[in-house]
């Protein structure tokens, strides 16, 4: 079945450490996305891709990075200058044509706690 | 800016009784307009869209919405709520065309007492 995959699903980090939150999908969508979810917040764009080797910064793109080498995988990094990384992430695809109508296809989620 | 605006930040129903969310967004032009829900855990599915036509929609697992230009509104509604209806559900507007614009509300919680 064609989806879209994220791991780890739960991630433990210490402060000061980057981490990489993995996301694949087998859609053959051409746009992909990362979005942060907190608690009674709708979801912020860090970063989205519409095409490989090309990616464009969100609404909240400080502290994050993110590589688009192969149009299956989009990885965001959570690195050290993120101030408060803790939150539940969300990868999403859509087709290119359907980019402009907001029809997204989401992953399961991954959960990061920093400690 | 575009903005979208969910009051309700937590509505309980009974199992059977009737289900309206609401939404409201903040823009000139008409948007077009979404519905997600999202199971604990989980990632969001697509509830319905609108984007012309007929402003009343229908989505999967018996949703519909209604688009109400006048009153700047997308309400999501069901007839009768079943106990597996039970999670947060956002509403979404894109207004330029591009889903880079795509902006959601903060989210509506709901409960289904058996």
């Known amino acids: 079945d064609g989806g879209i995959t994220q791991s780890p699903k739960y991630l433990f980090r210490k402060e000061g450490q980057n981490v990489t939150l993995s996301c694949e999908q087998n859609?053959?969508?051409?746009?992909m996305y990362w979005y942060r979810q907190d608690p009674g917040q709708g979801l912020r764009l860090i970063y989205y891709?519409?095409?490989?080797?090309?990616?464009q910064k969100g609404d909240i793109a400080e502290g994050y990075s993110v590589s688009r080498e192969k149009k299956e995988s989009f990885p965001l990094t959570v690195t050290s200058a993120q101030k408060n990384p803790t939150a539940f992430y969300l990868c999403?695809?859509?087709?290119?044509?359907?980019?402009?109508?907001?029809?997204?296809?989401f992953g399961e989620g991954s959960r990061l706690t920093v400690l | 800016a575009q903005s979208v605006t969910q009051p309700d930040i937590h509505i309980t129903v009974s199992e059977g009784a009737s289900l309206e969310l609401r939404c409201n967004y903040s823009y000139g032009a008409t948007p077009y307009l979404f519905w997600y829900v999202q199971s604990p855990g989980q990632g969001l599915q697509l509830l319905l869209k609108?984007?012309?036509?007929?402003?009343l929609v229908q989505g999967i697992k018996g949703f519909e919405a209604e688009f109400k230009r006048s009153q700047s509104s997308f309400n999501l509604r069901k007839p009768s709520v079943h106990w597996s209806d039970a999670a947060e559900y956002f509403c979404a507007v894109v207004i330029s065309g591009s889903a880079r614009q795509l902006t959601f509300g903060s989210g509506t919680q709901l409960t289904v007492l058996p």
């Open positions: 609108y984007f012309s036509g007929d402003t």
């Open positions: 891709s519409q095409i490989v080797n090309d990616f």
């Open positions: 859609l053959n969508h051409d746009a």
């Open positions: 999403a695809s859509t087709q290119r044509g359907q980019a402009n109508t907001g029809e997204l296809f």
